[in-house]
């Protein structure tokens, strides 16, 4: 079970990339973000709707039944999901790709998030949705978990779900059943100061929401190994770390936060979803230090069993500076802040696999959130030359500006399978 299998698309659009849009390792099953394209040709045309039918609707069935047959083409199936997040290019495509997932796939629902995003690698796609599942092989059980009074978000999303030793935490916001902000988590209209909406979301989110969460799952803050937050208002993240490490002091976690264009509620500022540990596999998390810069991520790197997590990993270099951030601007036709800085964030990955005693060639999931989608092909370019021919499993959304350091045009979010040896 320690191998790794990778789908790969060798020419991807007609271009030289070598795209992995899923893989095996061990006894998981990585999808990256799919869309609805010909990852051959680039091409939308299949997914035109005929005359009465719905275009996001269309559109969400492509993306579906590719995830379905990446799936099947890994050994697994969509019954073995545990983790799906889905990022959309507006409000209005969340509800038609919801329908025709729950026309597709029934009621088996992994833990979900769905955030919106300025765009996806594609200019015509409006979701971009990819997924974790337990290939078969592994013989563990994928269950939901459904306390009382935990609400996901709607659509039949269970709020965690269990598999093996692992918890799959869906994406909360501080709501109320789902569909409105928690009165508890508001500030009162009257108040000048003394609370801030960012500030009373999260401390809502982690103390109501998610603690009792974790608790029901067999789970505990001390055994989370990640945590993906997204933030309606990039300037939120000082005011976010201080409750964050208020009530995760001394508790390592891998961190990665990123701003988003929308969520579900309109007033939120936050949604997090989180992978842990169950509590008797509590030894099994691990800290791997690497010497990397201050301000390159926001966590530490986490090794839960045979899964590698870093934190979001940005461009930061020695000085504190972002690698290429005062000359970039003037070249954003080569692309130059995306190959510069995705160098400098290979330097740092390299050096995490490097402690850890594995290498980049087990990526598994590879997130790129950038500023703008025209810095991509240098993250490509830089892949290549780092790797050569090592398929990339990459997955490319445009988020609001700005990102945590000052200057970085991207945040990578990595999954590297590192088996034990």
Same mark, same amino acid.
């Given at each position: ?7 790969? $698309? ?10 992995? #849009? ?33 275009? /996001?609707?269309? =559109?969400?069935?492509?993306?579906? !039944? ?54 996806? &690698? ?43 030793? %692992?918890? %799959? ?15 508890? !988590?508001?500030? #009162? ?7 801030? *909406? ?23 803050? =001390?055994?989370? @190994?990640?945590?993906?937050?997204? &933030? ?22 891998? +961190?990665?936060?990123?701003? *988003?264009? *929308? %969520? ?28 990397? #810069? ?7 790197? @986490?090794?839960?069993?045979?899964? &590698?997590?870093?934190?979001? +990993?940005?461009?930061? /270099? ?32 390299? !050096? ?26 240098? $993250? ?21 500006? #700005? ?10 979010? %990595? ?7």
């Amino acid at each position: 079970m320690n191998e790794i299998v990778k789908a790969v $698309v060798p020419h991807l659009a007609g271009t030289a990339i070598r795209h992995a #849009p899923a893989v095996k390792a061990g006894p998981w099953v990585f999808v990256t973000g799919q869309e609805a394209i010909d990852p051959a040709t680039g091409a939308t045309g299949g997914n035109a709707p005929k005359i009465g039918e719905s275009r /996001r609707r269309r =559109e969400g069935e492509a993306v579906i !039944a590719e995830l379905r047959r990446l799936l099947g083409e890994m050994g697994t199936d969509w019954s073995r999901s545990v983790r799906v997040d889905q990022f959309y290019t507006s409000p209005d495509a969340v509800n038609p790709y919801h329908r025709a997932r729950r026309h597709a796939v029934g009621d088996h629902l992994p833990a979900s998030t769905s955030v919106v995003v300025d765009r996806c &690698l594609a200019a015509t796609s409006s979701v971009s949705a990819g997924l974790i599942a337990a290939h078969p092989d592994a013989g563990h059980d994928v269950a939901a978990v459904h306390p009382p009074g935990t609400e996901a978000g709607g659509h039949g999303v269970p709020p965690a779900v269990t598999c093996g030793e %692992f918890v %799959f935490v869906s994406g909360h916001m501080a709501s109320q059943s789902g569909e409105r902000l928690d009165p508890r !988590a508001a500030v #009162p209209p009257d108040m000048r100061w003394g609370a801030s *909406a960012i500030r009373r979301q999260t401390e809502h989110l982690i103390a109501h929401q998610l603690t009792p969460l974790l608790e029901a799952a067999g789970s505990s803050w =001390e055994t989370v @190994v990640k945590a993906q937050v997204f &933030l309606g208002d990039g300037d939120d993240l000082p005011e976010f770390l201080e409750v964050w490490s208020e009530h995760l002091n001394g508790i390592p976690c891998a +961190l990665t936060v990123v701003p *988003a264009a *929308a %969520f579900r509620i309109a007033q939120g500022r936050i949604e997090m979803n989180l992978v842990a540990l169950r509590n008797e596999a509590a030894g099994r998390k691990t800290v791997v230090e690497a010497g990397l #810069p201050h301000g390159a991520a926001l966590g530490p790197c @986490v090794r839960a069993g045979d899964l &590698l997590l870093p934190s979001g +990993l940005m461009a930061v /270099r020695a000085d504190g500076a972002v690698a290429g951030a005062g000359i970039s601007p003037t070249l954003d036709g080569l692309a130059h802040a995306g190959h510069l800085q995705a160098a400098t964030i290979y330097d740092h990955a390299d !050096a995490l696999c490097a402690a850890a005693g594995t290498s980049m060639a087990g990526a598994v999931r590879a997130q790129y959130f950038v500023t703008a989608v025209h810095d991509f092909p240098g $993250v490509t370019a830089a892949w290549a030359a780092r790797y050569g021919d090592e398929p990339h499993p990459f997955w490319c959304l445009q988020v609001p500006r #700005p990102l945590p350091a000052l200057g970085a045009a991207l945040v990578a979010d %990595f999954w590297i399978y590192a088996p034990e040896r």
